[in-house]
């Protein structure tokens, strides 16, 4: 939805069996509603819209009606910075 008036420019996935992942106050969606998307896919860009003071990604994680801590399913950013950071240090 390109912009709800408290969380802007929002994007909900379905990733079946009850799950679904919010992404709220995106500035540009790059996937339109139905689209199936891949890992590593970029589907928008994170901005100031909706509600918000300033630009910031809200990321909400739900099973079914219940919503879930997202950080309990991914390492932390600086696990994955250090990871994707030796990634291009090692690339010719």
């Known amino acids: 939805v390109p912009d709800m008036f408290y969380s802007g420019g929002t994007m909900v996935i379905d990733h079946g069996y009850g799950v679904s992942s919010s992404f709220l106050h995106l500035s540009k969606l ?24 300033g630009p910031h990604l809200d990321w909400r994680l739900n099973w079914y009606q219940m919503r879930l801590d997202p950080t309990s399913v991914v390492p932390p950013m600086a696990t994955v910075l250090a990871k994707d950071k030796a990634s291009k240090a090692a690339k010719p």
């Open 30 to 53: 790059y996937v339109s509603a139905g689209t199936r998307v891949k890992q590593g896919q970029a589907l928008a860009e994170v901005g100031a819209t909706g509600r918000a003071n």
